[in-house]
């Protein structure tokens, strides 16, 4: 390039970058929304004087929006626990808020407040906060532990933990009491009953807690979330928490960590999930990162900012009562070689991902007239396998040169457009290790002939070769069609621990690797344990272990592949160890079995390599 074409374009360049700054100055981002700042709570406010000046102020002002019903009293007998409903009067579906369960966490119960009021009080420009005002009925107990919110401690007035008091793995967690019963205190009663009197009305359900300071959490987590691996809410919850902590690291110069937790204690979230079928989730934001102040402006604008966009994101998602994202996305989007970022159906967020070493080409399609004087799109990129991928002449990037990718990391992109997608601004927000999360199914669920369904961690299995079914909650192959059947799940990554429980009949045994009509597997026949190569034209053993299986035995298989290394385990004694690097990149794991209705699979799981 010429020096004078050097120079035009660094000046086009900080045309870019500067129109880009002065609009960010003028103009709320369309997807994640700008919390404006927060007041600090007051943490001197009596419960009476806290429910005086929070919600009932604002039902004072919107009688016709706002209702309280008494739902009954605390476990002291003092405190009456109260039930707010946000009521527009063409409201499409029902959402259930809990918050102040643990009396020592003001930032949750403060935080849904400030929220409801920032919905109800200000004027909105946002569009995605405008439908929640006029078409989201909200549900809401405020304060479910008045004792502990009057003297600011976990526990109620009878020395229990609450969230530990429902009928959902009770008993089975140690720590703060859990009380006689499942539901023998008085306020979790009272959610149960809350969740009663609405039945199947709610799209969710988030519980609000706090990190308080001196937690190991508080100083090393920013927001974060419990939720179950199967839920609705799972995938989507974990990618507003990256986004949030990588949004907070850059900003404001943090060094804070994503956590994806589960438990299972039994507490509101994992009740309401579980017990009622509600999708549901607990939400934590870690104390101490913003102030060392409690609750002050700092620390309740970023806990809002966190209780705010998950709300508005879930809102989005069950819009006209079914879930807003596309799962073509997932599924014709991250296998194609063309990433086509098709915007006719009011998507702005996508996850992408890059499953082979196959160029791709990002475009977007379907480019809507935006009510904004900006529009972005938020890409969040899988990057597992290297690929070069090119992106559309109409993008200028911020720093002049598109990003590089490194495999088996994840990366947030974002582009903005002025002019209805003619030209785009793309800039890179950041990345982050990619990180594998097991994969298990216990195939406790109904009986079918058909399919396997979807395993209990979320992922779809597939039917590569012949019919594969569920009876009495393990897996098998129902039609095997005369050769051999196999199931997998695309775990996408290919370094990985296999294991299963197999029942033997004739022929059971784990599939990994597999890429269409190549794969290998380590199965069980009538002389013993085999490793096999298979393609479409040749089967080649790699190795073997004889003895003599017994019919209806189990037998705990593993296989770990790592790089050109696998080995075999039976029953937990490694029986075969060679080095092959057939297939080594290919993701796909799960059972195989040859002309065989009578083996049954158990206790799966994918999982990586310690």
Not at 91 to 104: C, K, L, R, V, Y
Not at 158 to 179: A, C, H, K, P
Not at 513 to 528: F, M, P
């Amino acid at each position: 390039m010429s020096g004078y074409a050097n120079l035009k374009a660094k000046q086009a360049l900080k045309k870019v970058n500067d129109l880009t700054a002065q609009l960010e100055q003028k103009v709320n981002k369309l997807q994640w929304w700008d919390t404006p700042t927060i007041s600090s709570a007051n943490l001197n406010y009596s419960y009476a004087n806290f429910i005086l000046n929070t919600y009932e102020t604002l039902r004072s002002k919107y009688p016709n929006i706002i209702t309280r019903a008494t739902i009954g009293n605390d476990s002291s007998g003092a405190y009456p626990i109260y039930e707010y409903c946000f009521t527009p009067p063409a409201f499409e579906q029902t959402f259930f808020i809990t918050a102040g369960i643990h009396g020592d966490e003001p930032e949750g119960y403060w935080g849904t407040y400030y929220f409801l009021k920032e919905i109800y009080d200000s004027n909105l420009t946002n569009k995605r906060l405008r439908y929640i005002r006029d078409k989201v009925r909200i549900v809401v107990i405020p304060v479910v532990n008045p004792w502990g919110y009057s003297n600011f401690t976990r526990l109620n007035a009878n020395g229990i933990n609450l969230n530990r008091n429902y009928d959902v793995f009770w008993g089975e967690t140690g720590g703060d009491s859990q009380g006689e019963t499942p539901f023998s205190q008085k306020e979790t009663l009272a959610v149960k009953n809350t969740i009663d009197k609405y039945n199947a009305e709610f799209s969710f359900h988030l519980d609000m807690h706090t990190v308080p300071q001196g937690y190991s959490e508080a100083g090393l987590y920013g927001g974060y979330c419990y939720v179950k691996p199967n839920s609705l809410l799972n995938e989507q919850l974990h990618t507003l928490q990256d986004y949030l902590i990588n949004s907070w690291n850059k900003n404001y110069s943090k060094s804070l960590q994503t956590r994806y937790p589960d438990n299972d204690n039994s507490n509101t979230s994992n009740y309401v999930e579980i017990v009622r079928g509600i999708p549901s989730a607990t939400l934590e934001f870690a104390t101490g990162n913003f102030s060392a102040t409690l609750a002050d402006s700092a620390e309740m604008t970023r806990a809002t900012e966190w209780y705010s966009n998950v709300f508005i994101e879930f809102a989005d998602m069950f819009s006209n009562g079914s879930l807003k994202i596309d799962e073509k996305y997932r599924n014709i989007v991250s296998n194609a070689n063309i990433f086509d970022i098709d915007l006719n159906n009011g998507m702005r967020v996508f996850s992408i991902k890059t499953e082979n070493t196959t160029a791709k080409t990002l475009q977007f399609s379907n480019i809507p007239a935006f009510e904004e004087s900006h529009s972005d799109v938020t890409i969040f990129l899988d990057y597992v396998q290297g690929a070069a991928i090119t992106f559309p002449s109409s993008v200028v990037w911020q720093n002049g040169t598109a990003p590089t990718f490194t495999a088996k990391n994840k990366y947030i992109l974002n582009f903005r457009t002025f002019d209805n997608g003619k030209h785009w601004i793309g800039s890179f927000v950041g990345a982050w290790n990619w990180t594998f999360d097991a994969i298990t199914d216990d195939f406790n669920r109904i009986d079918s002939t058909t399919s396997l369904g979807v395993a209990t961690t979320g992922q779809a299995w597939v039917s590569q070769k012949g019919t594969w079914g569920i009876s009495g909650n393990k897996a098998y192959a129902s039609n095997p069609n005369g050769t051999d059947a196999i199931a997998v799940i695309d775990s996408g990554e290919s370094d990985v621990t296999i294991s299963v429980d197999g029942t033997w009949n004739t022929s059971t045994g784990i599939a990994f690797r597999v890429n269409g009509t190549d794969l290998l597997a380590a199965y069980i026949n009538s002389t013993g344990l085999k490793l096999y190569k298979f393609t479409i034209s040749t089967n080649e053993l790699l190795g073997e272990y004889l003895f003599t299986p017994v019919v209806g035995t189990t037998y705990a298989i593993k296989v770990i592949a790592n790089g050109s290394s696998i080995k075999v385990s039976l029953d937990g004694t490694e029986r075969i160890s060679v080095t092959n690097t057939f297939n080594q990149t290919a993701t796909k794991h799960g059972f195989r079995v040859f002309n065989d209705t009578g083996s049954r699979f158990d206790n799966f799981k994918i999982e990586a390599v310690s």
